[in-house]
């Protein structure tokens, strides 16, 4: 009963896992898209050694960015960066755009910069006597830092060249230009309402 107890649990942690997921949709869509509609495994081969190309550099993108964040965050250089910010008076709305802006030009990913920045101010928020409306207003100010000045190390900025047939030059004056004054003008209404607020 214990064997059979612990198989569950290991084949349970097995399906979880996100590779295992991608596997799995992987092997059925070889077989519902390719094998009952007559496609040969040639063919099929061809098909998904065609796709790997535009995907690679996405996922090389994305990895390398999330392996900077680490470093940046287990070397406590990010900490440092935040403490002489604060030190020099800078608000702390500011402050959280400025560290997820300089974090997603560093590395690329929106995402591993919303988290690196949102961990480097937690501290100071979770110490601070801030409302739950100004924490929100915060957490806003890093979504916005972390969309603008999207260039050649975001996989975002690959993505969409690749959908709309850009060059790189040509994303640089479009895509990279948009992000940039969608995030600024995210955080001049956000500065706005944190004015109104407090």
């Known amino acids: 009963m214990e064997v059979r107890v612990r198989l569950d649990e290991g084949l349970g942690a097995l399906i979880g896992q996100p590779g295992f997921a991608l596997l799995l949709t992987v092997a059925l869509a070889i077989y519902v898209l390719g094998v009952r509609n007559g496609w ?18 996405v996922v090389f993108v994305t990895g390398a960015g999330g392996v900077f964040a680490r470093i940046l965050t287990d070397t406590g250089i990010g900490e440092t960066i935040s403490a002489l910010m604060l030190d020099t008076g800078v608000p702390i709305l500011l402050l959280a755009f400025l560290l997820a802006s300089v974090f997603k030009v560093a590395q690329g990913s929106g995402t591993v910069a919303t988290l690196a920045a949102a961990g480097l101010v937690q501290s100071t928020v979770t110490a601070g006597d801030y409302t739950s409306l100004q924490v929100a207003l915060i957490v806003l100010a890093i979504g916005c830092g972390s969309t603008a000045l999207s260039h050649v190390n975001d996989s975002g900025f690959w993505v969409a060249n690749k959908f709309m047939g850009l060059s790189v030059a040509d994303g640089l004056r479009t895509w990279t230009v948009l992000t940039t004054i969608l ?4 955080m001049l209404i956000i500065s706005a309402l944190w004015m109104v607020i407090s």
């Open 40 to 57: 040969r495994m040639e063919e099929l081969g061809g098909l998904m050694d065609a796709s790997l190309a535009p995907a690679a550099i």
């Open 183 to 186: 995030g600024w003008a995210g």
